[in-house]
């Protein structure tokens, strides 16, 4: 059974659910969403053709932690029971990853950790994902770890390494099919002959004046420079929407537009100059593309990409956005630099070892 509840779940669990359903001789298939994101989770189920067996429906407007770990804790008990699977898959540090992983971990049911071993080792950033993986690493059997380093991280804590497998990320998988030459959009047909920044911004951690600060940091450098446009599609959180709405309204090169399929996002990113952006999986993307990510956080449990040079850490203080993204913007070296294409994530086989795993275990 796959359990998996957000948009940055679904796009790295997908790609394996097809996989697992093609080796129908191996195993059975159970999908369970928690419908922790509604729309952005049904844009995903769409592109991949996935149609779950089990729809927990959790979400509210303005959900807090509470409400989606007791949520997903309380529905999820009569499907686990009524399953009773061999083994539960959850992806990553979301509250329906943990609290999924608890309800096993309650029932007795082993747990398979994909995207294990991601670390800040600080557990208030991210918040909460930083809580959610490592407490999903303390309950798991089957340890996927996407890259080396993760698999390190695993190891340094006394995990069994042989219940530890370093497949690539699934994220890698789901990329592979995405990105065309032929793709087109109205909104990319408006950036044309621009460069075109795409930004993307949502973490907790960040609402409120973070929030304020990175949008006034982007505005000001853009009206330094002319020949830019900015796509920024829109999480569907109702406070990240306020903030920036009222940092980034009236400024007409910069268009706020609702979330994209990952199908067309995978292309904007493609035709992006650059990306500004405060996403985990998007991290693990732009490295394979080649383009420059100025990540606005204050720690990153992606360090391969910031070692390829692709990415650079840039905080939340609206004086040293907007220094670094002057500087990325206006120097030619800085940005050639930052724009060489490198695979640290893996080679898009990731959902096919994982399989193999879970086949070959008694
Ligand atoms: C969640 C995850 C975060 C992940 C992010 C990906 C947790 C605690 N957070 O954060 O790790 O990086 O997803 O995007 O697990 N909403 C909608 N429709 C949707 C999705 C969200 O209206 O399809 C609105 C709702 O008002 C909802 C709010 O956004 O209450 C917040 O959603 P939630 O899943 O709690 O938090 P995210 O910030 O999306
Ligand atoms: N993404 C998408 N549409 C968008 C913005 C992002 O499909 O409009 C994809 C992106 O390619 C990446 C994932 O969503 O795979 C990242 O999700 P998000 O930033 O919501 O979550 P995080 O990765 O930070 O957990």
């Not at 419908?35 to 989770?41: A, I, N, P, V, Y």
């Not at 943990?98 to 991601?118: D, S, T």
């Not at 220094?323 to 070296?333: G, N, P």
Request: aromatic share 8%; glycine share 6%.
């Amino acid at each position: 059974m796959l359990v998996f509840g957000t948009r940055p779940e679904a796009i790295k669990m997908c790609p394996l659910v097809n996989e697992l359903k093609a080796r129908s001789d191996d195993f059975k298939t159970v999908v369970c969403v928690t419908g922790q994101h509604r729309e952005m989770l049904n844009q995903v189920l769409h592109t991949f053709d996935v149609i779950p067996d089990y729809d927990l429906a959790i979400m509210k407007p303005r959900q807090t932690l509470f409400d989606v770990t007791c949520g997903v804790l309380l529905h999820i008990k009569a499907v686990i029971e009524r399953e009773m699977p061999d083994a539960v898959l959850v992806h990553g540090d979301t509250t329906t990853s943990f609290a999924a992983a608890l309800a096993c971990f309650y029932l007795h049911v082993p747990i398979g950790h994909v995207e294990a071993g991601l670390r800040t080792h600080d557990i208030y950033s991210p918040w909460p994902e930083e809580f959610n993986r490592q407490a999903v690493d303390a309950i798991s059997r089957w340890y996927f770890a996407p890259t080396s380093v993760s698999c390190e991280n695993l190891l340094a804590e006394g995990k069994d390494p042989e219940r530890i497998w370093v497949t690539g990320n699934t994220g890698i998988d789901a990329l592979r099919t995405t990105v065309r030459g032929d793709f087109s959009h109205s909104q990319l047909d408006w950036a044309r002959g621009s460069r075109l920044i795409l930004i993307t911004a949502h973490r907790r951690e960040n609402f409120g004046e973070p929030m304020h600060r990175m949008f006034r940091a982007i505005r000001r450098v853009m009206e330094e420079h002319e020949d830019t446009k900015a796509i920024y599609p829109i999480h569907m959180n109702p406070q990240v929407r306020e903030a920036a709405h009222s940092e980034l309204d009236g400024f007409e090169r910069l268009h706020i537009i609702d979330p994209l399929d990952v199908l067309a996002f995978h292309n904007f990113m493609a035709a992006s100059y650059l990306i500004l952006t405060d996403s985990g999986g998007i991290q693990e993307e732009a490295p394979s593309l080649g383009k420059p990510v100025l990540v606005m956080r204050d720690t990153t449990e992606r360090p391969e990409g910031v070692a390829a040079g692709t990415l650079k850490l840039v905080g939340t203080e609206e004086e040293v956005i907007y220094r670094e993204f002057s500087r990325l913007i206006s120097d030619e070296r800085v940005y050639a630099k930052m724009s060489h294409a490198s695979n640290p994530y893996g080679d898009g086989h990731a959902s096919e070892r994982i399989a193999s795993v879970l086949a070959s275990e008694d």
